[in-house]
């Protein structure tokens, strides 16, 4: 016998082993699970109402609220696919993606509404703009339960993500209800959540379907904390107000709770779990949380397109006797497959293996069952990614002797100094050890003699000094000569994606305006 693997599945089996329980709180609304769930199919039944069927895209533009929550239930269990949109992305932007997906329903954060009314004509597709707010509540009061449920096969699409796109026009990305099923039970083989866990959403939603955590929480019966908006005197008072065991982020959010100044923070909880991905978490960040806060931080590794998680830096007993700096270290390693996810390796340009040398720089390739569809409508960019039988992530990694891989840099941020690799991420986590520093970011720049050469982009905790020069022999002592920066620009901040990953080329943009002065 053969049922679809679906993350529906697991909102069923809740509604009926705990459907009394608290599932959802946003602000001062607490939601069962059966709550929660007719105000899904509610909402479902009014999609239908609109003229959505099976196959139809309905797209978003919220922060994590509770409606956001319902979208990842209410549109995939009529079929229909979902397109959380990044909601801090340009009204451009917004348009591109729902003409792209062909969306036909947009539902908008109240915060949101005033962009997409400048553009609203040039919706392509979009018959019904409903704002998240009274006009969804009179909605769904109005809508009764009762809905048609079409048969759902696993390989339909259950979402279209769409990836960043600082290079180029963003992609959908096809995740099939398969592929998010496998995340999901992937995720619980390495995590141990259970019902009695709160999780508070410290990660948007919208990145790579909230890292499937919208439907892991609820798989378990765990109760999920909605929080639109990340500040950290917030996370820390949800965290001690609602009893928060787990959350996710990406390193920058870690970074500005690993800082935040002792009136800021309060008393912190120890215990806390931290899933953390999307970029390389530094090591000093890692010590910090776990040793002085006494949370234990877990780093895994994907992308929007593998649904996302790929490994795992998963402890192993004999990490058990190193000191805290050496495991923070460990710690910092992107890690190995997950048990769910299939087979990853680390190739040079002829798609042979790299040694596990810890050296030898390749590119993270992998297959598996959590592989993307394909981009929507792009036939081109999907072959150019996985025509050869496997996906290319183009990350840039080495495999260390224990088979733990390291991501180095993203392919085309590798520096070429004088013929030798440079890993921005390396020196990167080096600044981070300096006690001044808060943020810093490493670009390749080019160099009369070297043809490339690092430069650093600092960002220095409040009120902390430091100079580039002693930045620079800080670096010296620690690491090769060759991968010190060549120069340090101090700066407010650094450009970052809404995921929070660095934007390099902002950096090269700004930076070869500097050198040529
Ligand atoms: P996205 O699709 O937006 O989630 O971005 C995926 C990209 O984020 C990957 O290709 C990596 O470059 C980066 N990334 C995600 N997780 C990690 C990690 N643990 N370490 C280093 N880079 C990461």
């Known amino acids: 016998m053969e049922t679809p693997l679906t993350p529906l ?5 809740t509604r009926k082993l705990y459907g009394d329980r608290v599932g959802v709180v946003d602000g001062d609304l607490g939601l069962t699970y059966e709550q929660f769930f007719d105000r899904c199919d509610r909402w479902s039944s009014a999609l239908q109402g609109m003229g959505v069927r099976k196959g139809d895209r309905v797209a978003y533009i919220a922060p994590n609220t509770h409606q956001q929550l319902e979208s ?19 009204a451009e932007d917004f348009v591109y993606i729902a003409n792209h997906s062909g969306a036909s329903v947009l539902c908008v954060h109240p915060d949101y509404v005033g962009a997409i009314e400048g553009v609203r004509s ?19 009061s109005r809508a009764k339960p009762a809905f048609q449920r079409p048969e759902i096969d696993e390989n339909d699409l259950l979402a279209l993500n769409y990836t960043s796109g600082t290079t180029a026009k963003p992609k959908g990305v096809m995740i099939t209800h398969r592929n998010a099923w496998m995340n999901v039970m ?7 959540i259970t019902v009695d866990d709160v999780y508070l959403w410290t990660l948007p939603m919208f990145h790579a379907n909230g890292w499937t955590f919208v439907w892991i929480i609820t798989a378990v019966g765990g109760r999920h904390i909605c929080l639109p908006k990340v500040e950290p005197a917030r996370v820390f008072d949800l965290i ?3 009893k928060v065991g787990w959350l996710c982020a990406a390193p920058t959010v870690l970074i500005s709770l690993a800082n935040a100044p002792a009136d800021v923070r309060g008393d912190v909880p120890r215990g806390v779990h931290v899933v953390t991905a999307g970029a390389p978490p530094a090591a000093a960040t890692i010590e910090r949380l776990e040793g002085e806060f006494g949370w234990e931080v877990t780093q895994v590794y994907g992308l929007t397109e593998t649904s996302p998680f790929l490994t795992i830096c998963e402890p192993r007993p004999e990490h058990r006797s190193l000191s805290a700096s050496e495991l923070a270290v460990i710690k910092a390693r992107t890690g190995v497959e997950m048990i769910g996810a299939g087979e990853l390796r680390v190739v040079d340009e002829n798609g042979a293996d790299v040694p596990a ?34 996906f290319h992530t183009g990350d840039a990694a080495v495999v260390h002797p224990d088979g733990y891989v390291e991501i180095r840099d993203r392919i085309k941020d590798v520096i070429i100094s004088g ?6 991420i390396e020196v990167e986590g080096v600044l981070l050890r300096h006690p001044a520093v808060q943020e810093a970011a490493i ?17 220095l905790k409040p009120g902390a000094t430091a100079t580039e020069a002693e930045l620079i022999a800080f670096t010296r002592e620690r690491l090769a000569h060759f991968k010190a920066p060549h120069g340090v620009t101090f700066v407010a901040e650094l450009p970052k994606t809404a995921t929070g990953k660095i934007q390099k080329f902002v950096l090269r943009k700004g930076a070869a305006a500097i050198v040529r002065q």
């Open 72 to 90: 990842f239930y209410a549109v995939p269990q009529i079929g229909a696919v979902l397109v959380p949109i990044n909601f801090r992305l340009t």
């Open 186 to 192: 992937d995720t619980l083989v390495h995590f141990h």
């Open 9 to 13: 599945e697991f909102a069923r089996r």
């Open 419 to 424: 013929g030798e690799n440079i890993s921005s």
């Open 443 to 459: 670009v390749g720049l080019p160099h009369e003699k070297w043809g490339e050469a690092p430069f650093a982009y600092v960002v």
């Open 357 to 390: 040398d810890g050296q030898t720089l390749g590119e993270i390739v992998h297959r598996g069952n959590v592989i993307l569809k394909g981009y929507y409508n792009d036939p081109e960019a999907t072959e150019k990614v996985m025509g050869d039988g496997w």
């Open 240 to 242: 001690r107000s609602e």
């Open 122 to 140: 040039q919706l392509e597709t979009v018959k019904h703009v409903v704002v998240l707010g009274d006009e969804y509540e009179a909605a769904l």
